[in-house]
């Protein structure tokens, strides 16, 4: 489900170097790797991966339910358009509500055509609250990995030794049993430990250039020290703006009934 060329770019280098996190029920660790295997399509192995993340003692509902739909891409990715409906339709008997992502997925694509996934999909419902967290976060996962992309970028040109401020939006903290909306918490909580990762990296190798250079060409002006970390204090003033304008506001639904989500949209 969650699959960014920033987070399989820097996979192996973030798992052996990021610190874990102890927040109640973060995942990303196990999460991370099993990304790592799906997009290196070890898509057996992935999907035994999801299977004992499913197995472990004291995993919420919310997981099992979201695995299983992971699974359902996997088994998709395989051709394998039984077992992908049958995992689908698992996820759904579970309790997976994204009904906004499997429309999307590329892996899925072909098995929503079968006459067979209609009924299932009919049965995926949300509630107009969780789907518009559930959007959200979906949206903010994307604009995460754009900032990120965007600090590492501007890292190019800085010649200053300060570190990149990482401004970030804070997660919903709304109650809700929602599988896809707890599922997507876990996603842009992991997008955002590979975007402070990321950038962390980009600061030491910028800081290391800059060193060497300022060995070979005599050393930077402190002019242009002071101008490239005032340039880079007003881009994290720039985009902690932005994150306040789109932070998530809970508004007051017209109903708390899980419905399909063409009721909300």
């Not at 299977?51 to 099992?64: D, F, N, T």
């Not at 300022?214 to 020290?225: C, E, F, H, R």
Request: include cysteine; charged fraction near 25%; proline fraction near 4%.
């Amino acid at each position: 489900m969650f699959r960014t060329a920033l987070i399989s770019i820097f996979v192996f280098s973030f798992l052996a170097g990021a610190p874990a996190r102890s927040q109640h029920q973060d995942y990303t660790d196990q999460l991370m790797k099993l990304t790592e295997l799906t997009d290196s399509k070890q898509y057996r192995d992935a999907i035994n991966g999801y299977k004992r993340l499913q197995a472990q003692p004291g995993r919420p509902e919310w997981l099992a339910a979201a695995s299983e739909y992971e699974i359902a891409e996997l088994y998709a990715a395989l051709n394998e358009t039984d077992n992908a409906i049958a995992a689908l339709s698992r996820a759904v008997q579970l309790g997976f509500d994204d009904c906004i992502t499997p429309r999307s997925s590329e892996r899925l694509a072909t098995i929503l055509k079968n006459p067979k996934t209609t009924p299932v999909l009919a049965r995926m419902k949300i509630a107009e609250a969780d789907f518009r967290e559930l959007v959200w976060l979906k949206s903010e996962v994307g604009h995460a990995e754009h900032d990120a992309r965007m600090m590492i970028t501007e890292n190019i040109n800085r010649v200053d030794h300060q570190t990149t401020e990482i401004p970030q939006a804070q997660l919903p903290t709304r109650q809700t049993n929602s599988a896809g909306v707890l599922y997507w918490r876990q996603q842009l909580l992991l997008m955002q430990r590979a975007q402070r990762e990321f950038v962390k990296k980009s600061d030491e190798e910028r800081m290391k250039h800059a060193a060497t250079m300022g060995v070979i060409g005599g050393g930077t002006s402190q002019s242009a020290m002071l101008e490239s970390a005032r340039n880079a204090r007003a881009a994290a003033e720039s985009r902690k703006v932005e994150i306040r304008k789109r932070a998530f506001i809970p508004v007051k639904t017209s109903s708390d009934q899980p419905k399909p989500c063409s009721e909300w949209t």
